[in-house]
């Protein structure tokens, strides 16, 4: 049986996220949040300012990627 970072065996609980108030349950996964801040670096390192791709991504992480990719012109990055 696969185990835990701490050595305990893995729960069906802990494979499917049932424990959603406890982020130590969520093995694999990114938040909304760190999945717009991987999108806006990736989109930063294409260079791209307004991605045709993000209109295709869920209103939150999306309002998340374009506030991310505003921040960054202003950092003049």
């Known amino acids: 049986m696969p185990t835990g970072g ?7 609980r802990m494979l499917n996220g049932a ?17 717009a801040h991987a999108l806006v670096c990736c989109a930063r390192l294409r ?3 307004d991605p045709s ?5 869920e ?3 999306r309002a998340v ?3 991310g990719l505003a921040g960054a012109g202003r950092a003049g990055g």
């Open 6 to 12: 701490n050595g305990s065996a893995l729960t069906s």
């Open 19 to 35: 424990a959603s108030d406890d982020t130590t349950y969520h093995l694999g996964y990114l938040t909304a949040d760190q999945f």
């Open 47 to 49: 260079g791209e300012h």
């Open 53 to 57: 791709w993000a209109r295709h991504l």
């Open 59 to 61: 209103p939150g992480v």
């Open 65 to 67: 990627v374009q506030r």
